[in-house]
């Protein structure tokens, strides 16, 4: 990566009282004019700068004032680096004051292995579907015990509906959601409660309505596709600059809007064979940024591949990357409690995969993938736990199910609550997904508002045959109605009252018995992982001074036996079906877990 000082500004970019600075890069155009709206309009021809870049410093220009970019020939955009675009994606791009009255002097970030990750759509979370109206149950968040709010992508795509991976303008903030101040406002209000906050960002492709980048320089490569479309141009001609325009966001988000850790969204689809690969750029960047600003900032990459790459060091041949998702525990507990054996669930389904996924991290570290029709991932044993992020449900394992129907749908409490304790009680960082706290059961499906009449009527095509693998017999939800989004809305108030209270109050009191067992859970050594005869997942871990651990699940409908000399001279501190039950029982109920202690005389 370039150093962090060279790194040139794009947008619109304050220099001064009422003076604004527009950089912009467009090497495909030789001529460019800012055209400044308003009462007072006026047309300004930018400067080449040199590299394809074009600069131009305008005085008497304010926070909300509105301008295009003229390319010639009638041609004007908005500013592929707006931080606002009030009016959605095809319309003038807004100028936005990047001052703002941070409360949040005293916050310095959490290690990355505190993180109890809780991940929502901010449309979707409250009535509202604002930052506003999700700053109002960020009390209740704090209480439940989670650490870390992360967020799904905020960056303007087309209408008020979307999951927010058809972005076309990645700096600026959602105009549905209220903008770049209220997300700041957000952001503020997390540390107040010290909460982190992750925000999920996409590198790997634009959306498909509303992007004109291509217009101005070679943002796309045909060498390689995506599966939403032409994939970013990271490693041919011109790309040190999509790289810097890439980068310069990153540092956005970290910098001037005080992210705690940015989720890169499939970088399986950033095609990159360049000898200095631009995640490994990323994740110098955050380094850097974190020693600048005294904070703890991280970068933590979502990926299919199981490739231990990713997180490696850099000094031992990886990107250095510090956490990454990992399904391969969800995709093995949800194949066993469901039954189900469809598309990528066909690799799975054995008790004997949850213990290799607890110990091992990756089921396919190199094996053969029947799904995949080849050897897929490669072990990751060196690498610590605490840098993977696992989940019983998440945005892709609900919503990209036919009928985005939750657990909470298929799985009794006692399951739900057996699931909950096999992530929380892991050794990898937990991430829990907007309403799993309480058995939310409305579903979470895929849905869009764009304007395009032929990209609507792809989109739907597109659904119907992704889900053609899976052998549903259910109709895919229309993701342009309305209906479909206001059907994804959570309901907090199940919560309130029985059966959603009681789990509740389980999920807190599972994730404070998590952070009682934080050195347990994420020290270094060995994690023991095994099915025995009896069909029980056993886990153990080494406690100080020699003391052992067992976590013991039983994923059956059938009562089970501990071995009494495993859990001799042991104490039961936590039971899935006990409230505080600390006595030595040597049962397990279906669908429950209990963890014991077993001292080891001195």
Not at 161 to 190: E, H, I, M, T
Not at 339 to 367: P, S
Not at 491 to 509: C, I
Request: aromatic share 10%; hydrophobic share 40%.
């Amino acid at each position: 990566m370039p150093p962090l000082d060279e790194l040139r500004a794009v947008g619109a970019i304050e220099a001064g009282e009422a003076r604004w600075r527009f950089s912009l890069w467009a090497p495909l155009v030789d001529s460019i004019q800012l055209h400044l709206l308003g009462d007072d309009e006026r047309r300004i021809e930018m400067v080449p700068a040199g590299d394809g870049y074009h600069e131009v410093t305008v005085e008497g220009v304010r926070h909300g004032d509105r301008y295009l970019f003229g390319l010639g020939g009638g041609r004007e955009r908005p500013d592929p680096a707006s931080r606002s675009q009030p009016d959605g994606v095809h319309a003038a791009s807004e100028i936005v004051t990047g001052r703002f009255e941070w409360t949040d002097d005293e916050w310095h970030g959490l290690p990355l292995e505190d993180f109890v990750l809780y991940e929502l759509h901010i449309g979707t979370f409250t009535p509202e579907g604002t930052f506003a109206g999700a700053i109002g149950r960020l009390d209740e968040l704090a209480g439940l015990g989670v650490t870390a709010i992360e967020v799904m992508p905020i960056a303007q795509f087309p209408g008020g509906r979307n999951w927010g991976y058809d972005g076309v303008y990645p700096f600026a903030v959602q105009n549905s959601y209220g903008g770049l101040v209220a997300f700041k406002r957000f952001v503020d209000a997390c540390h107040q409660r010290r909460l982190a906050v992750v925000l999920d960002v996409v590198y790997n492709h634009f959306g498909p309505e509303g992007s004109y980048v291509s217009e101005f320089g070679p943002f796309f490569t045909d060498r390689y596709k995506t599966p939403w479309g032409d994939a970013i141009n990271f490693d041919g001609a011109g790309s040190d600059h999509v790289r810097n325009y890439f980068l310069q966001n990153a540092r956005f988000w970290i910098e001037e809007s005080h992210v705690d850790a940015l989720r890169l969204d499939a970088v399986h689809a950033i095609f990159d064979q360049s000898a200095h690969p631009f995640l490994q750029d990323v994740a110098e960047l955050v380094d850097e940024l974190s020693v600048r600003l005294g904070r703890n900032v991280y970068a933590i990459a979502e990926s299919d591949l199981n490739d231990p790459r990713l997180v490696r060091e850099r000094d031992k041949g990886g990107f250095g990357l510090h956490g990454q998702w990992c399904d391969d525990l969800h995709h093995s507990v949800h194949a066993v409690l469901t039954g189900e054996r469809n598309g990528y669930y066909r690799d799975f389904g054995r008790l004997e995969q949850i213990a290799r996924a607890l110990e091992e991290k990756f089921v396919y570290a190199g094996d053969h993938s029947v799904h995949r029709q080849r050897r897929h991932g490669a072990p990751a044993l060196e690498i610590r736990h605490s840098r993977f992020v696992v989940s019983m449900q998440n945005h892709d394992q609900i919503g990209n199910r036919v009928a985005g129907d939750r657990l909470a749908s298929r799985l009794s409490i006692e399951q739900q609550k057996l699931t909950a304790g096999l992530v929380i009680l892991s050794p990898f960082i937990p991430l829990l997904f907007m309403g799993e706290e309480y058995g939310e059961s409305a579903p979470f499906h895929y849905f869009t508002s764009h304007s395009d009449s032929g990209l609507i009527a792809a989109v739907r095509r597109g659904r119907r045959e992704e889900f053609a693998a899976f052998s549903w017999a259910e109709e895919s939800p229309d993701p342009q109605a309305v209906e479909t989004f206001l059907a994804s809305r959570v309901d907090p108030s199940r919560g309130e009252r029985e059966p959603g209270r009681s789990l509740r109050e389980f999920y807190a009191r599972l994730i404070a018995f998590r952070k009682e067992l934080r050195g347990l859970l994420l020290k270094d050594g060995p994690v023991t992982a095994r099915v025995d005869e009896a069909r029980l997942l056993e886990v153990w871990r080494e406690g100080a001074g020699g003391d052992a651990y067992g976590f013991f699940y039983n994923l059956s409908e059938q009562n089970a036996s501990l071995d009494a000399a495993k859990t001799a001279r042991s104490t039961r501190i936590f039971a899935s079906q006990h409230d505080g039950g600390r006595d030595a029982g040597h049962s397990l109920p279906p669908w429950s877990f209990a963890v014991h202690r077993r001292e080891i005389p001195s």
